[in-house]
């Protein structure tokens, strides 16, 4: 009985470790998406997204303010400008990135 006892406290810390880990990668995903949409020229300044596999596809109002340094210094793989709309290649986020757009603008 001991010893389930033993087992049972270190799940149980295991479960907290676990869930304040997921807390904090959601608060820092929430932090940096909050600085892409900063860096896109601010919410007024995205007219659509779109998200396919790691590409995410936003179209602007202006493209001229847009910081792609400071995006590429977020992580971004690479980013192709064409007319209002920029293609940017990120990790596997992409859908989690257009929900979070989705919702603030």
């Keep these: 009985m001991n010893i389930f006892i033993q087992y049972l406290i270190i799940a149980i810390v295991i479960l907290i470790i676990l869930a304040v880990a997921l807390k904090l990668?959601?608060?820092?995903?929430?932090?940096?998406?909050?600085?892409?949409?900063?860096?896109?020229g601010g919410k007024d300044n995205i007219i659509n997204a779109e998200c396919n596999m790691s590409r995410f596809k936003v179209?602007?109002?202006d493209v001229?303010?847009?910081?792609?340094?400071?995006?590429?210094?977020?992580?971004?793989?690479?980013?192709?400008?064409?007319?209002?709309?920029?293609?940017?290649?990120?990790?596997?986020?992409?859908k989690q990135?257009?929900?979070y757009i989705d919702e603030i603008v």
């Design 25 to 40: 990668t959601r608060k820092d995903f929430a932090i940096k998406e909050n600085k892409l949409i900063e860096f896109l």
């Design 64 to 94: 001229s303010i847009v910081n792609k340094d400071a995006i590429q210094k977020l992580g971004a793989k690479g980013i192709v400008e064409i007319d209002n709309q920029l293609k940017i290649v990120v990790d596997k986020n992409s």
């Design 97 to 99: 990135l257009k929900k």
């Design 59 to 61: 179209i602007l109002k």
